[in-house]
């Protein structure tokens, strides 16, 4: 009888090692998951603090560029303002400049139009000064006439491009026996483009 309690208790003491040795490791197991849990939360932690300070950066250089913008875009507004104002003054310099032509061109053509040509020219005392300011007049009304003889001489060669360009198609449109009794300068509206340039000249 005591035998088999002895027994029966060395089989309970052998099941109850067992099981603390089972409970050791389960809680060495369950240890060292705490640990690596607690490792793992750590490393969460920290990156959950970098992406806090990266997303601060972001912030403070997104507040930088957007302030940037806007004042690119109130430069641009104002860079828009002065370019227009530029655009204006341009062409009312250019719609001067060319009236400056137009009556350059008509004081030289018609010099009794000048509210000047009626008064005396009055010498400065000095004949140096006074023959320097008639060259410059002479070769203001020379560049005038140059440039008046460059448009007439152009408006002549295009009529006489003109009436080449008709007379051979006159000459491709009919009989040879009609093209022999045409003649280009017998044309009332040919003798008119011919005569043309030279009472333009004559008017100068």
Known sequence: MNRLCFQSMLAKQKSLLETVDALDQECEELQKQLGEREERHTDLQDQLRLMSEEKEQLLAQFAQQEALCSELQQE???????????????????????????????????????????????????????????????????????????TLHGSLERLRERAQHNATTVRQETSPERTQSLSLPSTPAEQKQTHMPQTQKSRL
């Open 76 to 150: 641009k507004q104002t860079l828009e303002t002065y370019v227009g104002e530029l655009k204006n003054t341009v062409a009312e310099l250019r719609e001067e400049a060319h009236d400056l032509r137009q009556r350059e061109r008509l004081l030289v053509a018609f010099p009794e139009l000048s509210p000047l040509a009626q008064v005396q020219p009055q010498s400065t005392g000095n004949v140096v000064l006074d023959m320097e300011q008639q060259l410059q007049a002479n070769c203001v009304r020379i560049r005038v006439l140059e440039q008046e003889n460059s």
